[in-house]
Structures are given as C-alpha cells and as structure tokens.
C-alpha cells in the first residue's frame, strides 16, 4: 500500500515515477469505497488523480497555494494531504466536507462550494502575497463547465491586465453537472483537437525557449518577440488574446507529461493557462459511461454501480413529471437551467421538448435575466435552479425580472436543509431573499398533488415572477388537504382528524371521558419541513396536547385576516420554518400576531450560523427542527403556562 504511506505532498515527491500508476490505482479504489458508502462526488474525483498528483509533486504545497474550484473534485487532494485516515468520514457529520475548508487543513486556502470563484481567489491571494514580498506560487484549477460562468472571465481579464504570474488549470472533461453546451464548450473542444496547432505550437516553444528571458528593456523586447513569433505562425487563442500563455491540452492522465509541463511554466513571470484534458469518471466504468449521474451521487453499490431506488416519488421527480405535462399543455412554456437539468428534474423536458429547452451553463446570473426575456417576448419560463445557487443572481431577480413584474416561473430545488454538502449547499437563505423583493409571489408546496396544483397556478394564472421552493425529500402521502383550491395568500388548514385519524379518535375520546379541555397548538409550517412538522403534532396528540397544522402554502403574500381568524381560538402558535431565522416568514407571523393582540407565539427556524455535514435528520437536529425538539417547544410552554 502506498496511499496510507502519504501523509504529506513531501512522501509523495519521494516516490519514483514508475509506483505514481500504482498510487493512482489506489486512490480510486479509496475514493470508489468511500463514495459508495457515504454518498458523494465520483465521476470528477476519479477523473482528477494523475492531475491531483502531478500538481503535488511539483508545487509546494501549502508554501504554494493550489485552488479548486467548486472543490467538490479536491478527494484526492485531500487524500494527499494527510486526511487518509479520517477519509471515511467525508460528508457525515463531524467529518470531512465534501469540499475544500480552511479548517481542515493548511493545504486548503478557501473555503468553496460554488462555481466559477477560483481564478478571482487564486489572483487575489497572489497579489497579497506579491505586496508583502512574497514569491511563492498559486495555482487555479478550474473545469471547463465552470468556465461557462461570467465571474472566471472577469477574473481571467484581470488576470491578463496586472500581468502576475497565475497558474490556471483548465480541466477540459466535457462535463459540468450536465454535459457542457454553448460556445465556449465547442471553442475548448475545438482547442482540444486541433493537432496540427499543437505540434507547431511546441516546436514554436521549443524554438523560442532558447531565447534568453531577463526583466531589463531587453527582456522585454524578447517577450514581444517570442508574441509576435507566435503570431506569425499561429492563430492566438482567446486566452492569449487576455495576455496569458497557453500551453496545451495536455493528456490530463499522464503525469510525466504533466510534470514536466507544470515544471516549465512555473518559471514563466506572466499568467498561464495550461490546458488539460482528463476523462470524468475514469476507471469505473459505470461513471465513464453515465458521469452525470455519477457527478453526485448518494451510497451506491460499487460491484454494478447501482442505487438504490426509493419507491416514493420526490418532488424532483414531480416537478419533472408536471413540466413534461405543462410542456405539452402550452408551446409557450419554455424551461431554463444552469448546468443541471438532470438534477432539477430538466431532462426529460429537455428530451422531449428540445427548442424549448436553454442549458445555460454554470451562469445562474444570466439564466435569470434569459428568462425575463423570454417572459417579456411572450413565452412562459420555468427557470429550474437548486436554492443555494439562486443567490448568485440576487440582482438579476430583482432588476430584471420583479422591477418589470415579468412573468417568470422560478423552480427552486433543494430548499432547506440539504444532506451531505455541507455549509455551502444549504438552502435556507432563500426566503429572507426573495420575500422582501416587491412582486414576487412566493410557494412552498408540501406534496405531488399540492406540487401540480401550485405549478398551475403559477404558470396559468398568477401575474409577475413567482418563486416555488421543495426540498430535496420525497413526496409525503397525500390527505385530502392537499388538493385544496389555490386561494391566493391562503395556506392549507389540516386538523388532527386528518392526518392522525386513529390517534385523533383516541385523544378526543379519553378528552370527554375526562371531562377535560386539552391545550391546543397550531404548528405552522413551511411546505418543506412538514414531514417534521406532522411528526411532532401526532407525538404532542399522544401526550394529551391538541395540535392542528396550518401549511404555507403562500409565503408571500400572506392573507392575514384568514390567519388570524384561525389563530384566535388557539392557546401557542409555533411557526416552523425550513429557513433562517432573520428576515423570514416565521419573524412576519410573529409580527402580525402581536400587533393583533396575540401574545402566544414563537418560532423556530434556522439559526444565524452555517449548517455542517450531516444527513437531513442531523441537520435539523442541530438547528432545533427536529420533531422532538419541535413537540418539546410546546410542551416547554405549556409547563410555564400552568
């Protein structure tokens, strides 16, 4: 075994050359296990190793920096940096993240989970570092999907105007979450293939490399000669146009190759982009062939590569099922996505109803703003994009689209509190967002049937940008509640009768039996913790307590005197919400009630922390939303009442 030898990038340099084929082996084989337990990202982990590996024997680090971005492809980086033993805990709670963290280790500079950041980090650190008379390397390793968003370019043109000495890997695998689309996508590619260019190039290189290379005028003058050489001979590509060099694509499975490039250009005072292709998913066979499932995944069976299939619909799943049946209804509905059509449940639409369908790429911003277009030259846009990354286009929402009070439909997948990703992938930020944005109406549906009725709506009957959020969860079973008719700013009113009949029966019979008035509790809630919710008022009806549910179907807007003509007869109202606490809907609530005279309410939500690792039930633990925490909120209250 080698792999369990590496405690640092140091063990790893003294290898020979010939045991790295060996080292590679073994590292996949861990990352496979790991994954296979725990759940998630495969294909771009195993298609990084030789490239992970030839980066570490040639810098420094963490005296040189080595920035991931996303990091969701940093498992063997860390593997290589000391966390071998503590690899088996990656994504469980107390674990490793499935992403870079600064308190993890020295190696990892920032802490990431988002696309497109890394090259602007990368020259930041680099320019700090340079000021205080620092010479020591960064380099940015960045995919080609996440080169889809603006943010690389801006920072790819900086880059190119304060002329450091950047190191950015381009890791050309075809891939984002989805298959890469657009321009740049077939502008890489066609990079990629042209092998004439490459072997001109090299010769070009090697012709002009033995020119002497000083910071004096003559130095100067020889770098435009070398420029200008190569301008002769060559077409200049979009990256030297920047004032890069461009060095590439490389095989990004040939660590020799590598190594001796990374050698060279870590001599080269100016920004380098260095081109390498790799192969997502390589050597599983399963996640060669389907590496967009395989991008993030949850525990599989590693002999056949199959997961485990769920017998209840999810609400991706719905969501999925409702756009096939909406595409159809209307050629005006049109349906945007940012790199993940897969994971909002985009692709059968995608397939089905392909000229109304736009992979944007990792560009949330301008998926945003496409769709206010759409709306405004009179198509219906369903933007599907998972709540963490609707952050990114803050301003976009706002001036493009609800200043204008144009018709788009947002699909906010992953709401809540999302399993396994971590502090950055957690979509409880959403309504204190989006809810102060003026014309935006907002849903948070809490099953198929509810799904269906909401996406209707929305898409047929509503006016301006509407926004619906679910969680990454399956559907609950259905009561008849939930096939209400939509009342604009009405939630769904669900008595214990309903959804707890037997145990309703039970309570109310041991109630007269006793000659007792029980103490009554309306939990209401956001669609997306309702399971919770639910969970928490049958254990409160078992302990004598009456607890009815009073569903969110609207978040915004919020018909008041509905409400509180419910609320009046109750003894605590206790908002449960799957979003942070400040600026949410449970704060609104609150506010109402008490400027009605209604003193009896609290709320419990997310707090103004970040979320760590864990499953959805660890999550929600830490956060107090649990159902035992939520059922001992009321039964806290009662005691003090009496």
């Not at 979009?238 to 190759?257: K, W």
């Not at 096939?324 to 049109?334: M, P, T, Y």
């Not at 549910?549 to 605590?572: S, V």
Request: hydrophobic fraction near 40%.
């Amino acid at each position: 075994m080698l792999l369990q030898n590496i405690h640092s990038p140091e063990d790893l340099k003294k290898l020979s050359e010939d045991s790295l084929t060996a080292l590679a082996a073994e590292i996949r084989r861990k990352i496979l296990d790991v994954v296979g337990k725990n759940g998630g990202h495969l294909a771009s982990n195993l298609g990084i190793v030789e490239l992970t590996i030839a980066l570490h024997r040639v810098f420094n680090s963490p005296k040189d920096a080595i920035v991931w971005d996303v990091s969701h492809q940093s498992y063997p980086h860390k593997l290589l940096t000391g966390r071998y033993q503590s690899f088996s805990t990656i994504r469980l709670k107390d674990g490793l993240s499935g992403f870079t963290r600064i308190s993890e280790s020295p190696h990892d500079y920032f802490d990431a989970g988002h696309s497109s950041s890394s090259i602007s980090s990368a020259l930041g650190l680099l320019a700090a570092w340079r000021l205080q008379g620092r010479n020591d390397k960064v380099v940015a390793v960045i995919g080609d999907g996440a080169l889809t968003g603006g943010m690389a370019f801006e920072a790819l043109s900086h880059a190119g105007q304060l002329s450091k000495n950047l190191i950015v890997v381009l890791n050309d695998n075809q891939m984002s979450i989805s298959p890469n689309t657009g321009a740049i996508s077939r502008y890489l590619s066609k990079l990629s293939m042209s092998r004439s260019y490459q072997e001109l190039r090299h010769k070009i290189d090697r012709a002009v490399d033995l020119l002497p290379n000083s910071e004096n005028h003559l130095g100067k003058f020889i770098y435009r000669f070398k420029r200008g050489l190569k301008g002769l001979l060559l077409t200049n590509n979009l990256f030297v146009d920047l004032g890069f060099e461009y060095v590439g694509p490389l095989d990004g499975h040939n660590i020799t190759q590598m190594e001796r490039m990374f050698r060279r250009v870590s001599k080269i005072p100016r920004p380098v982009v260095v081109h390498v292709v790799t192969k997502k998913g390589r050597g599983y066979s399963p996640a060669e062939n389907d590496p967009a499932t395989f991008h993030g995944i949850g525990p599989f069976n590693t002999s056949d590569g199959v997961v485990e299939k769920f017998d209840a619909l999810s609400f991706t799943e719905a969501f999925s099922s409702k756009m096939l049946e909406l595409g159809k209804k209307d050629g005006r509905i049109a349906a945007v996505t940012a790199a993940m059509a897969k994971g909002t449940g985009l692709d059968a639409f995608s397939r089905r109803y392909r000229e109304r369908f736009f992979d944007v790429g990792i560009a949330e911003e301008h998926a945003v703003t496409f769709g206010g277009a759409l709306a405004a030259g009179g198509m219906i846009p369903v933007v599907a994009i998972y709540s963490t990354f609707m952050q990114r286009s803050t301003d976009q929402v706002i001036e493009d689209v609800a200043l204008q009070n144009r018709h788009v439909v947002f699909a906010l997948d992953r709401a809540g509190a999302v399993p396994g990703d971590g502090e950055t992938h957690q979509g409880i930020f959403d309504i204190a967002l989006f809810r102060s944005v003026p014309n935006i109406t907002m849903l948070s549906p809490v099953s198929q049937k509810d799904l269906d009725l909401c996406m209707d709506w929305a898409v047929f009957n509503a006016q301006g940008p509407v926004m619906l959020r679910w969680p990454k969860l399956s559907c609950p079973s259905e009561i008849p509640a939930f096939s209400a008719p939509i009342e604009i700013g009405r939630g769904l009113y669900v008595r214990n009768e309903e959804f707890a009949p037997a145990v309703s029966t039970s309570f109310m019979g041991n109630l007269i039996e006793q000659k007792k008035v029980p103490f009554s509790v309306l939990l209401v809630c956001t669609g997306g913790i309702y399971t919770e919710t639910l969970t928490a008022a049958r254990s409160l009806l078992l302990k004598g307590i009456s607890a009815d549910i009073f569903i969110l179907r609207f978040i915004k807007p919020f018909d008041e005197n509905y409400f509180l003509d419910i609320a009046k007869d109750y003894d605590y109202i206790l908002v449960v919400e799957d979003g942070i606490l400040e600026g949410g809907i449970g704060e609104y609530i609150s506010r109402v009630l008490l400027l009605n005279g209604k003193k009896n309410i609290d709320v419990i939500a997310f707090p103004d922390k970040f979320c760590h690792n864990g499953n959805r039930e660890q999550i929600l633990e830490d956060a107090g939303l649990s159902p035992e925490t939520i059922a001992e909120r009321v039964i806290q209250y009662e005691k003090k009442r009496t």
